[in-house]
């Protein structure tokens, strides 16, 4: 996965970076986590300016979250409902969770949009509630916007402060990632299995 992320980078730029931070949220396994650190570390060696990083992160995952809102706001609260009663099992959500998200999320739901896309795979998911509610558009996308360029801003400067040290760590990069990609994937079977319908 390092190998994909760094030559997509190296032939394509501010557009690679931002490409892979828009698949990020399309795709969830592959990772900021990786994409945007190794953007920062390239940057003190490509010619890259920082800010023309952060910025393509941020722009990139802006734009992968936007389908997620408009799945949302076509699925509706009823059909969200209706998939959880046939599927909650594989969906690791039922009926009932539905309605408890959409309560939190009217009480909360400017500061869940800023404040989830500084959580690992909530980054991605808090868009559907936000389109189910019919949150307002450009209130989404501004509150989005923030979040993302905090952890894109973080991550980046991250690798960016590494720099030349990156060489002695990036043999470990993949590995951690891919580790991540595991747990991910023991939790959601972990779900699956202890799952109960309310």
Do not use: C
Request: proline share 6%; net charge positive.
């Amino acid at each position: 996965m390092e190998a994909f992320v760094h030559s997509t980078m190296e032939q394509f730029g501010v557009f690679g970076i931002a490409f892979l931070m828009f698949l990020e949220n399309i795709f969830p396994p592959i990772p900021s986590e990786l994409i945007m650190p190794l953007a920062g570390y390239l940057a003190t060696r490509d010619g890259i300016s920082i800010f023309g990083v952060i910025a393509a992160g941020s722009v990139g995952s802006v734009l992968g979250i936007i389908p997620w809102y408009f799945l949302g706001r076509y699925l509706g609260e009823q059909r969200l409902k209706s998939l959880a009663a046939r599927h909650g099992r594989w969906l690791t959500m039922s009926p009932g969770d539905i309605d408890e998200a959409k309560q939190r999320f009217r009480r909360h739901g400017r500061t869940s949009v800023l404040f989830g896309r500084l959580i690992p795979t909530v980054r991605t998911l808090i868009s559907v509630p936000a389109g189910v509610v019919h949150m307002p558009f450009w209130q989404f996308l501004s509150y989005s916007a923030v979040g993302s360029v905090i952890w894109t801003s973080a991550l980046a400067l991250a690798g960016f402060a590494l720099g030349q040290a990156y060489e002695t760590v990036k043999d470990y990069v993949d590995p951690v990632a891919t580790g991540v990609l595991i747990a991910i994937i023991i939790a959601y079977v972990y779900r699956v299995a202890t799952f109960k319908p309310q």
